[in-house]
């Protein structure tokens, strides 16, 4: 039993990670990798509530805001001079990320940065103890994936936004603005990652470069999934059992690459990944 | 609809003017120098061998493609420069030729992308369903499971739903039946006749082209090599310009 | 016609002029200035700057890979790391005799060179993707280190290894080793890169398909490249541990790897001496500033890197280009090689036997049936034309013909021997040549480099040099001076017009000699003018070598003057094959292009 949770709520995490990445490619096709360094944004947003005396819980708000509107100025800036060299679109958001890691040393020292938990202690499931914030962090997963694939399915932006995954240069000619849903899906991305790095304030400390590790996996998640949301899922539930499996009965170590070496020979036979295999 | 219905904006019918446009890709021009006009409520053929210019004049047009030289207006307003966005809120519809649907998503979906706002869906809906009624009861099949005419009738029915001034439509009769061919030809020609709309026609099909249009043209190697009415016995001099 | 003399050469037959010695010059008085460097520099510049050479040599391994074959790639660091602590861990159990010295060098860059290899063959398969390199690339460093975490005593995990006998240097002698490192790796790289084999790689980055379609294994070089430049890496790291008698899991890491790509990207990607000297700039520059800024240095770095991508793509090397080209230099017509002809294949006497059978072949995408029922045979000398309305189904067809791994149900054979399987490049060697709609050429070398690379499947390519001749088949020749292009041997083919192009990769698919040749539009977009050379190029290769021609073509004037055949497809079906004139004068044919033509 407690495996399974295990599994679930390192699935939830890993999902609520690469979730604002995935947006991101799924639309723009472009690699942020800087996603790391909205992470840390969305952290440092929740050590600021905290300093400020406010309640925790509102950093989820305050980081998504945040992290959304910086996101704009990145697109606008640094991602849009670089559609059509997708390449050294990994490598300049590369950049913005030491950048921005370099600001939040200097702002905040390169300490680590403790945050108040936003819920502790254990609650029992079916007979076993279990960490309470872990069973957040996997209902946060559902309600963020439930929120976007709403979105997605049920909005006009949504609307705008598949049609430019599936078919850009038809969404264009119909009409639709790609620039401005490109803009707008950069933003969105962005503060979900940020508010993925709040959600993350509990299970890992925060210091100026605790983004960085997540990125790997993150993106490595969001190649197998190649822009779809369900094959994320899919993803996060396969691969974070994978990790959790080997972590428990082979070594810790081989389970904290699992899902690198998994991801890179899923793509090596199914260059799609999970979408549509 | 009576005749005085039909205009019911005079000066604003889709009146499309093209001077000397000249477009293409890369190194490339692939139309050099075309030159027509398109006057409101009338529907013009544009015919010609494949790799002439058809497609790239009519991306042209709607913005897709950078212009490098000439004019272009609609209803006397210069549209270059104005993203495809734009020019459709200018009521500029489009049928493309090349992966022109969405397969992977519903028929209603493909059809509300037309549209600016979900509010003018109901209507827009009621009025294609008039011309096209088997999409009424499949609007939530995804576009991809219809049989060949029925997505070319699905692309027309999406040009149609903003009620478009200028309709631009793309080889609509590729690799069709006749009786397929048949519809689309009479939705085309009420279509005029109740909003009075202005049609680019890019064809391959001379007897279609032939059938609707009031006028055709033939594009040859990126320039307008002839042109003439549409009338029957203009059927042998057209077949020259696109035969063996 | 093909009795005239060749097309004159503008190049001198003797080639050893300055620019070829420029590399060995530049060399030697860096290598000389180098080794007295450490008589005037104090004790911390000698050691950072010995660090910064050594990282000089990975920057040269990036810049190959990346700049030049176009794999951006992060993994550099872990074949680097693997080197350093392949020598650290020999050195550390059997001590630093001369015979454990020489076995810890040569598993320093063999082993990573075995790994390297693995990746590249992970890394670079038929239809493989740029972008997936990079994530195998990003792979490879992360569990390099999580291996050497989880190495334990043998690794020291976190903490690295130290105290492991190193090579009886003082710090002047390490600096001297890196230099001569450095310089020998950089002289090797730039010969390479200037070498015709080197254009190979820049080839490959440009347009990976024209390569395949002129017989060349693209994805073999690059799995060749992979591995011979990550026993580079390895050789670095060997200096590099004996130099700094101390290897951490960081060396083989990410981050190291991304910083390595930052150096090469602000130094001047594809320019070796550009990201050798960003790096050892850099580095330098960062050892002394980081000490009292370092947040500061970092953020410079950053800020630094990200406009550099943005607005100055050529990095560092971009601005001192520029400075250079307000200097007047020397023509580039001056590097081209000679013109010869090679002696002629024996002609393909026209007989009944076909050279290319096709039989019930159909093809579908899905549900959509693209292709059904084709049978078709095309004989020594014939040129046929595939005409037929949009959607036909002629370009799938060539595509077919050209790729046996396109699935497809039916057979199709070239002198008797099936295709299917086949990948462009062994079809190609069996005697097809394509030549495809958008003129596919490579557009950052010149005309005689582009010509050179389509000999390469049979002359091989040379790993050093510069060819002094090109020798290409007179009909290669001939189609060169029809159409003007051997005046312009030396020019870019970045600068070539839209016919120049066509003609330079008619000119390349004929000289792979080939026995049959499919040409998809090759008159789209020509001038009236350019169209009549081409067809009479085309008519002189069928009629007087018995080169089998199939052609796609919307031209249909052009189509009635040359064919000696017409093949009418409609739907996906060859709905009639005969004649000109039986075509031309078809009913069926007038229905089709009418628009009718229906089941």
Redesign the interface.
Known sequence: MLLILDIMTTAAILFVVAIGLLAIFGVLKIINFAHGAWLTIGAYCAVVTAQLGFNPWLALPLAFLVGGALGGLAELFIIRPLYRRPLDAILATWGLGIVIGQLITLGFGRDVQFTPNLLSGTVTVLGTDYSAYRLVALAAALVIGVAFAATMEGT?LG??A??VI??E???????????RVRLITFMIGAGLAALAGVLLTPLTSVDPTMGVGWLIGAFMLVMVANGSLLALAIACLLFGAAQVLISTFVSPILGSIAIAILAALVLRVSPKGFARA | MTEAARRLEPGMGGELELRDVVSGYG??S?VKGVSLHVGPGEIVALLG????GKTTTL?TI?G?IGLRGGAISVDSVSVVGL???K???LGVG?A?QE???????SIR?NL???I???RQLPAALESVFGYFPFLKDRLAQHAGTLSGGEQKMLILA?ALM?RPRLLLID?I??????SV?DKIASVLLNERKKSGVTILLV???????LKVADRWAVLKLGQIDDEGPAEPNE?ERV?RH??? | MRNDAPALATAAPGRWRLSSAAPILVAALAAAALWVAPSVLDPFATNVLTRSMIYAVLAVTVDLLWGFMGALTFGQAAFFGIGAYAAAMLLGQYGGAPQWMAAALGLAVAVPAALGLAVGWLSFYHRSTALYASVVSLVVPIVVVQLIYSGGEWTGSSSGLVGFDVLPFEIEGYFRLAAIVMVAVTLAAWVFARSDAGRALVAVRDNDARCAYLGLDPKRLQVVMTTVLAGVAGLAGFVFANASGVVAPENAGFLFGTELVIWVALGGRGTLLGPVLGTIGIDYLGANLSGDLPFLWQLLLGATFVAVIILLPGGLAEIAKRAFAVLPSKGAEETAPRLVARPPKPIQVASEHPLLTVSGLAKSYGSLKVLENIDLAIRPGELVSL?G???AGKTTLMRCLSDGTEPISGAITVDGAPIAGLAPDRIVALGVGRKFQVASVFESLTVAECLLLARASQDGLSLVGQAGTLSLPQAALDVMRMTGLDRLLGTSVRLL??GQ?QALELSMVVALEPRIILLD?PT??LTKAERTTIGTVLKTLTSDLGIAAVLVE???DF??EISSR?VVLH?GRLVLDGTVDE??G?EL??TI????G?D
Request: avoid cysteine; glycine fraction near 8%.
């Open positions: 006009r609307l705008s598949r049609a599936m078919n240069t038809l969404a264009r000619g119909l009409g639709i603005d790609t620039a | 190194a490339i692939v061998k494949n790799g002439m991306k709607l897709m993203a495809p966005s020019l459709a809120a489009y493309p992966q022109p649907l969405f397969q992977d998503m979906d509300r992308l037309a600016a706002s979900d999406r903003l080889e009769t590729e690799g069709l039946q006749p061919i064809e391959q099909n001379l007897d279609f082209a059927r077949l696109l035969s063996v | 005409v309305p949009n959607g017009s839209h192009k539009e789209a977009g919307h031209d249909l189509v009635r017409i739907q075509v031309v078809s044919v007038k292009y009418s628009g009718g229906h």
